[in-house]
T-cell receptor, first 113, second 113 residues
Framework: DAGVTQSPTHLIKTRGQQVTLRCSPKSGHDTVSWYQQALGQGPQFIFQYYEEEERQRGNFPDRFSGHQFPNYSSELNVNALLLGDSALYLC????????????FGDGTRLSIL | KNQVEQSPQSLIILEGKNCTLQCNYTVSPFSNLRWYKQDTGRGPVSLTIMTFSENTKSNGRYTATLDADTKQSSLHITASQLSDSASYICVVSARGDRGKLIFGQGTELSVKP
């Protein structure tokens, strides 16, 4: 039973470019959340998808957008990349309510030059 | 503002010794508190989840406590091992937020031989 998988593992982009990160949730999970983790910091909540809709959003600009597909997999898109977008992007999946554990993938390391 | 603060920021201990990590939060209304272990370059892995009514929970050598009145939690690690070297992150969920988590900045634990 595969856990949460993310791709790619590493990515290098330049300022102004656009990027798409992908996440496959743990089997049986229906909710996907995305987090940004700067070096030496805890993860910051970006947004959450459930039933193919964005249900909640953190304090991130509209340059950050996402999508959830019928198979529950998800994408995170970031437009007009800034140097400050360099971070580890984590995807977490869960099933059911907030008392259920979230399972994290190992993230995508995004570097902006 | 919902916040989670952890102390100390970093800690070095000798293998075999015990240690305790602290977490204070101001999240309201409170739903549950989780402790995660994050190895370098990996996603966080859940250690414990505690709801309002639980004041202690163990997972092997890890024991978490929760005082919902003072809004404090601690994670006690017994008989530390070299593999315990990691970042330990306290995470709080607010009631009404499906899976939205508020992360502390983490405590970086280094276990030396």
């Amino acid at each position: 039973d595969a856990g949460v998988t993310q791709s790619p593992t590493h990515l290098i982009k330049t300022r102004g470019q656009q990027v798409t990160l992908r996440c496959s949730p743990k089997s049986g999970h229906d909710t996907v959340s995305w987090y940004q983790q700067a070096l030496g910091q805890g993860p910051q909540f970006i947004f959450q998808y459930y039933e193919e809709e964005e249900r909640q959003r953190g304090n991130f600009p509209d340059r950050f957008s996402g999508h959830q597909f019928p198979n529950y997999s998800s994408e995170l898109n970031v437009n007009a990349l800034l140097l400050g977008d360099s971070a580890l992007y984590l995807c977490a999946s869960s099933l059911g309510g907030i008392n259920q554990p979230q399972h994290f993938g190992d993230g995508t390391r995004l570097s902006i030059l | 503002k919902n916040q989670v603060e952890q102390s100390p920021q970093s800690l070095i201990i000798l293998e075999g010794k015990n240690c305790t990590l602290q977490c204070n939060y101001t999240v309201s209304p409170f739903s549950n508190l989780r402790w995660y272990k994050q190895d370098t370059g990996r996603g966080p892995v859940s250690l414990t989840i505690m709801t309002f009514s639980e004041n202690t929970k163990s997972n092997g050598r890890y024991t978490a406590t929760l005082d919902a009145d003072t809004k404090q939690s601690s994670l006690h690690i017994t008989a530390s091992q070299l593999s315990d070297s990691a970042s330990y992150i306290c995470v709080v969920s607010a009631r009404g937020d499906r899976g939205k988590l508020i992360f502390g900045q983490g405590t970086e634990l280094s276990v030396k031989p």
